[in-house]
């Protein structure tokens, strides 16, 4: 089960780092995790994306962390606002910092790592504002598949 792969401290470091990230951001960041990718990744992760209603975010800054499991695939997916504004080869360059912790077996380091970074990006672009509202959950999402 997806749910059982990271444990319950290690989530709560994820989630700790989501909560981080959106503090200076009206960004949103999400992280799924399913055993299987059914299909092409890219393709799959914006499935994922749409199904977690990540695309009716108001500026259309959200970002998915998706992770499948069994078959060791990773993306990084941003919205169109987001995309508008990060230079050529950024999510490039936070999933070579997230597969470098993988690598060593560091999956919630590795996950929670590229969550900040993403975060500061997205504060640069989309600051925090005292009347920003958390468009999404910050909980990790499941596919029990």
């Given at each position: 089960?997806?749910?059982?792969?990271?444990s319950?401290?290690?989530?709560?470091?994820?989630?700790?780092?989501?909560?981080?990230?959106?503090?200076?951001?009206?960004?949103?960041?999400?992280?799924?995790?399913?055993?299987q990718?059914?299909?092409?990744?890219?393709?799959?992760?914006?499935?994922?994306?749409?199904?977690?209603?990540?695309?009716?975010?108001?500026?259309?800054?959200?970002?998915?962390?998706?992770?499948?499991i069994?078959?060791?695939?990773?993306?990084?997916?941003?919205?169109?606002?987001?995309?508008?504004?990060?230079?050529?080869?950024?999510?490039?360059?936070?999933?070579?910092?997230?597969?470098?912790?993988?690598?060593?077996?560091?999956?919630?380091?590795?996950?929670?790592?590229?969550?900040?970074?993403?975060?500061?990006?997205?504060?640069?672009?989309?600051?925090?504002?005292?009347?920003?509202?958390?468009?999404?959950?910050?909980?990790?999402?499941?596919?029990?598949?």
């Amino acid at each position: 089960m997806p749910t059982s792969f990271f444990s319950a401290a290690e989530q709560t470091a994820i989630i700790d780092s989501i909560h981080k990230a959106e503090k200076n951001t009206s960004g949103e960041i999400r992280v799924h995790i399913e055993n299987q990718c059914a299909y092409e990744l890219m393709d799959r992760a914006a499935d994922v994306f749409a199904s977690l209603g990540m695309h009716k975010t108001d500026l259309k800054n959200g970002v998915l962390f998706y992770l499948s499991i069994n078959d060791r695939k990773f993306a990084i997916l941003g919205d169109a606002g987001i995309n508008a504004k990060v230079p050529a080869g950024f999510w490039d360059s936070i999933k070579e910092l997230v597969l470098d912790h993988f690598k060593k077996g560091e999956y919630a380091l590795g996950l929670s790592k590229g969550i900040e970074k993403a975060g500061l990006k997205l504060s640069e672009h989309f600051p925090y504002s005292k009347t920003d509202i958390n468009e999404l959950s910050n909980e990790i999402s499941f596919n029990k598949n």
